[in-house]
């Protein structure tokens, strides 16, 4: 973990060990050129801790990358609660205070609210004990406005790639069904898209496959699914030197944070010929959505429009990738990084 922290190019990691639940928390802050730092809470448990230091420092990264890419005055950060264990109940419980504590600790530098693992009830857990946190006034769960943000790009790549934004029988694989998967899922099914759905939880597909006349998909068969477009809504590091040669997609537009294994995987995606809608770009409609409206004095149609503009954000970064022939993650790193050198608007 020393190493980790020596060599990350972000600001700094305030470490906690919570002896009492046999976990670790972690607060990266990457960068706060446009404001002070916030983005989501994740707990999971990791192998090792260090596993979950490294998930927060690239996690924060990601967040200095999409607070740049909507411009908004504020900086990536990210929390991360590695657990040994899976808790439950009151322990659950008990561990998000403490971890809120860590957070008050922090006066402001850090804010956060939902992520993985830490659904909009867990939010209010943290909530107990520090006001650093969104999701509980104002825009409630996130996870609608990501997923609004990720049917639009969906719309926009199938313009791009079909001629059309109709869905109707387009062939869309969904990869995990949480609070951002579950409601795109169902954006997806009235308009008519053909859903193929897989989640880490099986029972939980076959039943929301039921429901929304999908079809349920073996967890490990995602990748090799044939369909029009991949949507990976749960977990990092989805995209990697072994799944990209058996995608049988035309794109990949998704929620889940850090898709790609490593930078490599942009080029692998552009070398098949399938087009990937960079993450940080494509599901920042939930941090638009808490910060906009908890923190920025945003209304909710203005949140709402400005999560649509995706659709052009998007259309200018496909266009800057094809004039210099490289991958749109290249694109979308020069357009947020021309943001960060700018400064605070
Ligand atoms: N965790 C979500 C994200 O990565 C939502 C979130 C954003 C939560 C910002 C808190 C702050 O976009």
Redesign the pocket.
């Known amino acids: 973990m020393e190493h980790l922290i020596r060599s990350w190019d972000g600001e700094y990691v305030v470490v906690r060990y919570d002896g009492e639940a046999g976990a670790w928390m972690f607060i990266a802050i990457h960068s706060t050129t446009l404001g002070n730092a916030?983005?989501?809470s994740r707990m999971k448990v990791y192998d090792t801790p260090g596993d979950g230091l490294r998930d927060a420092q690239r996690l924060a990264a990601g967040?200095t990358y999409?607070w740049a890419g909507v411009d908004f005055p504020l900086g990536g950060g990210k929390g991360v609660i590695a657990l040994t264990r899976r808790l439950e109940g009151k322990e659950r419980d008990r561990l998000l205070e403490r971890y809120g504590q860590l957070v008050e600790s922090q006066r402001g530098a850090f804010?956060?609210?939902?992520?993985l693992g830490v659904g909009p009830e867990l939010v209010k857990v943290i909530g107990r004990e520090t006001t650093h946190v969104?999701g509980l006034r104002g825009a409630g769960d996130?996870g609608p406005y990501?997923a609004l943000g990720v049917f639009t790009g969906i719309q926009t790549v199938a313009a791009v790639l079909f001629g059309s934004t109709d869905l109707a029988d387009r062939t869309v694989v969904v990869q995990g069904i949480g609070n951002v998967g579950l409601p795109l899922c169902k954006k997806l099914a009235e308009a008519g898209a053909r859903l193929k759905i897989a989640d880490a939880n099986a029972d939980r597909a076959a039943g929301v496959a039921a429901e929304l006349s999908g079809e349920p998909v073996e967890p490990d068969a995602v990748y090799s699914e044939p369909c029009d477009i991949f949507a990976p809504c749960a977990v990092g590091g989805v995209l990697n030197a072994y799944t990209i040669p058996q995608l049988r997609c035309r794109a990949v537009v998704g929620s889940a944070?850090n898709q790609l294994a490593e930078p490599e995987d942009a080029q692998r995606l552009h070398n098949r010929g399938i087009l990937y809608t960079p993450d940080f770009i494509i599901?920042?409609g939930?941090?638009i959505a808490?910060?906009g409206m908890e923190a920025l004095g945003m209304s909710d149609d203005y949140v709402v429009r400005k999560i649509l503009s995706v659709s052009d954000t998007l259309n200018s970064i496909f266009e800057e990738a094809k004039e210099n022939g490289e991958s749109p993650v290249a694109a979308a790193e020069r357009r947020a990084r021309r943001v960060l050198e700018r400064g605070p608007a």
């Open positions: 916030s983005g989501g967040m999409k804010s956060t609210g939902a992520d969104f996130p990501t944070n599901n920042s939930g941090a808490l910060c």
